[in-house]
């Protein structure tokens, strides 16, 4: 028993990780433009996409693609602001329209090019790490190592650096960040870009244990949904709460119930959290 | 320019709604001079989808967006599909009965979620849509689960079945214009008047005396009860519906319609499905990029016409007058 | 001569911080009682909780006899006692006539069945509630504008528009929030005869908050005056304007605001 709690508990910051992840991307999107972005999945499909890109046909190493996968997200960031997005800057609700049909064409461009069936991806470890009854595989642990790293870095990026103080300042408000010298025209295209890299790595980190398919994006943007309403549009520390919660809650029921209960039990939470407090379990209180 | 100003019509805006009244009705006999079946089942399904969105359109003239009008809609389908497999009514039971249980769902549900608004009235009916379908797939024995119910019977009246799709044709268009005139009721009456304040200004319209709250909840329910009526139909068209078959992507295709035909005019929503739903159909060699194309047009739609395809008339002659 | 509306003992917290306590004052019938005081001092609070924008966590507005306090805005609007806002607030793409019509509809209301599915009672109503809005145009001299979109108009007649769409509730009591704020001296005084002429017209009672002396001193009976959410004074203009606490409240503010 206590075993079997271990391992969903191992399992369940894995989880945790990979929502945070999207939830992160997804949270900061909405803070510094107000866009709920349906499309946040899809950057995460594309991301897996981007890593079997490198690693089959391209044959490069797992680092190297995972950067390049970066590099490429926040280019593509910057594009999908600048053509999608930047005319609905003011605009919550056509923005969040705007999105779902940036979603449709993302999954179908992807459906076109890639063929529908799902893409086995090479395993890059293999074996597993034994600490006394309790086993990881490999794979995993690396998943959840970079993963960490690349939080960190994030956190990093985010707190202390002048380009993660305007990004802050740019959440806080608008106005008053534009007085103090944050220039919109560079933030809001790399912001979005930002956003839109974590997506991308987290499908890019992912792809190894779950596979690669233009219809991949679902799940992680429902999670990501759960989480950021959980923890409240826009906060990032009600995010990473939000997320490990929901990663274990997700673990432990499917170990103990069913998979489908720990998906009723999310969704009805997702209901009452946004009745009771829409502002997340941290929020402020504004709704 | 909106059609609620019955006070001041100018006369070109009269004369316009007259040529639009007379190209949709044009439109409308466009089957029976193909004569094809393919044609009889496109013009069926521009009717279904016209009507679903007239239904999102009485909650958009309140102000909010609904996710989950693709669960009402599946609602109404369940419940008369139920009724008319499981206890024997006949399809004329049901059919109401489907408007009037989705509009009752609406507003048992429509007090503590209407107090949201924007974005997060959009999150939570998302949220509520997936759960429909969690739920529904929950219970095989009501809903049929992942399988679904097929060989649901067709569409019959006093004992008549509607075989043939002209038949059913018929009897859609019918229910369109129906719902269609009861809009356009609303819209002329105090209550449109109210709708459109609300919409417009909440503060203001709180502080003129519109009881703000219970007006969105009724536009909630007449939007959740036509949707609801559209699924009845629906289900005894098509033959099978499945938990599935009401998902997100239902509901965003409804948004699609409403979005691209005009969010806040009448004639939005039927606008949106004439030109969408045979959309794919002259777009026969790339099939694969329907989907693609949907979503391009939503997106310049958005961006250039914000207020919809109904607007394009309007929006060309003010461009004619500035370039002169 | 009778209270139409009394204050009594109306206090708002916002978390520990009073924004307004335990004021109390009454506002005759017929007359334009005038609530003034520096900025700050709790006269904006004071309405909303009046009007029940805001809930008042101590006290009681007793409105014809009645406490309205707690009771939400569009219920208060029914009793009889409309408001304006600071801003020029209207429903911007609807016709002048329009925005008048969503006010004047209060005072013809139908059933329910017959909101949705028309029929007569619809008709009659709305054709009724177009009745008021000529004589409402014509009383704020909007007639001319009557099919202009309101978003189009100049500042100073959206503002009135404001006032109009409140007037065409029939209400016993109006209050206006800084009618005047952001008009220019001649539409200051425009308003001020237009008001005086509005009140004889459709027998109102006017509760006013304003910050120009020279219009408030011009057409109030009576003036209440708030500091730091406490009332320090009340009296005719005359006695107001000679008050010490008073020149002290507003000499001392502006000291602040300088």
């Not at chain 2, 013009?43 to 989808?49: H, K, P, Q, R």
Request: glycine letters at 12%; a neutral charge; proline letters at 4%.
């Amino acid at each position: 028993m206590s075993f079997l709690i271990a391992q969903s508990l191992i399992n369940g910051v894995i989880l945790g990780t990979l929502y945070l992840m999207m939830a992160i991307g997804f949270t900061l999107v909405f803070g510094i433009m107000r866009i709920v972005n349906f499309a946040h999945g899809e950057f995460y499909m594309i991301g897996a996409f981007m890593a079997l890109i490198g690693v089959t046909w391209l044959g490069l190493p797992y680092a190297a693609t995972l950067a390049l996968t970066v590099v490429f997200a926040v280019l593509l960031g910057a594009l999908v602001e600048r053509v999608v997005f930047r005319p609905f800057r003011s605009d919550e609700l056509s923005g969040m329209i705007a999105s779902l049909g940036l979603a449709m064409i993302l999954q179908n461009g992807a459906l076109i090019f890639f063929g529908p069936d799902p893409q086995a991806f090479p395993a890059m470890v293999s074996g597993v790490l034994r600490f006394g009854d309790l086993i990881i595989p490999k794979s995993r642990a690396l998943t959840l190592g970079i993963g960490v790293v690349v939080l960190i870095g994030f956190y990093v990026l985010l707190m202390h650096t002048r380009f993660g103080r305007g990004l802050r300042a740019l959440v806080q408000d608008q106005q008053v960040a534009a007085l103090y010298g944050v220039r919109l025209e560079i933030m809001y295209p790399l912001g979005l870009g930002l956003g839109i890299a974590l997506a991308a790595v987290a499908g890019a980190l992912m792809a190894p244990l779950f596979g690669v398919s233009p219809f991949i994006g679902a799940a992680p943007l429902l999670k990501a949904f759960i989480v950021v309403i959980l923890g409240g549009l826009g906060s990032i520390p009600g995010a990473a709460l939000a997320a490990l919660l929901l990663g274990l809650i997700e673990s432990f029921t499917s170990s103990f119930v069913s998979a489908s209960a720990a998906d009723i039990v999310t969704f009805a939470l997702v209901v009452a959290v946004l009745l009771i407090r829409p502002s997340g379990i941290l929020g402020r209180g504004e709704a | 320019m909106s059609d609620t100003s019955v006070t001041s019509p100018p006369k070109r805006a009269g004369l316009g709604s007259l040529g639009f009244a007379l190209c949709v009705a044009l439109l409308a006999l466009v089957p029976w001079f193909t004569g094809s079946v393919f044609h009889f089942h496109i013009a069926i399904m521009v009717c279904l989808g016209a009507m679903a969105a007239a239904g999102l359109a009485t909650i958009a003239w309140v102000g909010q967006l609904s996710l989950a009008h693709g669960a009402f809609v599946g609602i109404g389908a369940y419940t008369c599909v139920l009724l008319v497999t499981r206890l024997d009514m006949p399809f004329l039971v049901g059919l109401p009965a489907a408007a009037v249980f989705s509009g009752a769902v609406a507003y048992i549900i429509g007090t503590p979620l209407l107090r949201l608004r924007g974005v997060y009235f959009v999150l939570i009916t998302f949220a509520l849509n997936e759960l429909f379908r969690l739920v529904m797939l929950e219970f095989p024995s009501v809903s049929g689960g992942s399988s679904g119910i097929a060989g649901i019977p067709k569409i019959s009246l006093f004992g008549w079945e509607l075989r043939d799709q002209s038949q059913v044709y018929v009897f859609t268009l019918l229910m369109l214009a129906a719902v269609m005139a009861l809009l356009w009721t609303i819209r002329r009456g105090p209550l449109g008047r109210w709708f459109s304040a609300v919409e417009e200004n909440m503060a203001l319209a709180e502080s003129s005396g519109i009881p703000t709250a219970r007006t969105q909840n009724m536009a909630f329910v007449i939007g959740s009860g036509i949707a609801g009526f559209t699924g009845a139909i629906m289900a005894h068209y098509i033959g099978f519906i499945s938990p599935v078959t009401f998902a997100f992507q239902l509901s965003v295709s409804y948004v699609i319609i409403l979005v691209v035909g005009g969010r806040l005019a009448l004639a939005g929503p039927l606008v949106g499905a004439l030109f969408l739903v045979p959309l794919p159909e002259f777009l026969r060699s790339a099939q694969e990029y329907q989907h693609i194309i949907y979503g391009v047009v939503l997106i310049i739609v958005l961006r250039f016409l914000p207020a919809g395809l109904t607007a394009l008339p309007g929006k060309l002659s003010q461009w004619r007058r500035s370039g002169e | 001569m009778s209270a139409i509306l009394k204050v009594e003992g109306l206090g708002k917290r916002f978390g520990g911080l009073a924004a307004l306590s335990d004021v109390h004052f009454e506002a005759e019938e017929g007359q334009i009682t005038g609530l003034i005081g520096p900025n700050g001092a709790g006269k904006t609070t004071c309405f909303n909780l009046i009007t029940g924008t805001l809930a008042a966590s101590a006290g009681r507005v007793m409105f014809r006899g009645e406490n309205i306090a707690g009771l939400p805005p569009h219920r208060v609007v029914e009793r009889g006692l409309a408001r304006t806002f600071q801003s020029a607030t209207t429903f911007p793409t609807a016709s002048v006539r329009e925005n008048i019509v969503r006010g004047a509809l209060l005072r013809h209301q139908v059933g329910t069945l017959a909101s949705i599915i028309g029929g007569g009672s619809a008709r009659d109503a709305v054709r009724a509630a177009e009745e008021t809005v000529v004589d409402v145009m014509d009383a704020l001299e909007l007639t001319a504008y009557a099919d202009r979109e309101a978003g189009t108009l100049a500042y100073g007649h959206q503002k009135r528009l404001g006032v109009a769409i409140g007037l065409a509730t029939r209400p016993a009591l109006l209050l206006l929030d800084e009618p005047a704020a952001g008009l220019n001296p001649e539409e200051v005084d425009r308003f001020g005869s237009m008001l005086t002429t509005l009140q004889q017209r459709f027998h109102l009672s006017v509760l006013i908050v304003e910050h120009h002396m020279r219009l408030i001193m011009r057409i109030c009976d009576h003036i209440v005056v708030l500091h730091h959410g406490e009332k320090i004074a009340e009296g005719s203009p005359g006695m107001v304007q000679k008050d010490p606490r008073v020149i002290e409240a507003y000499l001392g503010a502006e000291h602040h605001v300088e």
